[in-house]
Each structure stands twice: as C-alpha cells, then as structure tokens.
C-alpha cells in the first residue's frame, strides 16, 4: 500500500463485530434487503464487499459512523456497541454501580 491509500477495514469489522456482539446472519440479511446470509458471511471473510448502501445499514446497526466502521479497525479500538453489550450482561444493580461512578467522575 502506498502513502495515498488508506486501508479499508470492512471486512475484519464486520467479522469482529457479529462476533462480539453475537450478531445473528439472518438478522443482517434482512436489515440488508434479504441478501443472502453466505453473501454476508463473504462480506465478513473479505471475498466480497457490500455495497455503499449496504456498508452504511452496517455501520447504523452497529451504532458506528460510516467513517469508524470503513476506516478504523475496531478489533483495537472499544467502540460504544462493545460497552453497551458488555452492560446489558450485568444485572441492575451492577449497572446502577457502573453508572455512579460515571456520574462521579464528571
């Protein structure tokens, strides 16, 4: 890749985010007007690219801007879908605690 090409990180996003947050294919076929899930297991695996339609229902999905999901690698970046999902597990108590001490660090 030369200095004017920036890397394009759909394909690992994708992969990493259904992984993450347990994202059903069936789910993503029909947000996606009932593309096939192979075809979206392709577009995770990096053998085909949704279209930009298709690119921008993902990255809404998943609570991303168009930029983060295309152009950043999330497996290194926490993003707010990783942090709600990792929320959602804990009972109501444990989120009352969590939300205290973000209260208390404002």
Do not use: H
């Not at 979206?40 to 690119?55: F, L, Q």
């Amino acid at each position: 890749m030369n200095n004017n090409e920036e890397e394009i990180f759909i394909s690992s996003n994708l992969k990493y985010l259904i992984k993450t947050n347990k994202t059903k294919l069936e789910d993503l076929s029909k947000l996606c007007n009932n593309k096939s899930t192979a075809l979206i297991s392709m577009w995770a695996s990096g053998k085909r690219e949704p279209d930009t339609i298709d690119t921008y229902k993902l990255a809404r999905y998943f609570n991303l801007t168009l930029d983060d999901f295309v152009g950043k690698d999330l497996r290194f970046e926490p993003t707010s879908s990783d942090l709600s999902s990792k929320l959602t597990t804990l009972s109501p108590e444990q989120q009352d605690i969590i939300n205290k001490m973000i209260d208390n660090m404002k």
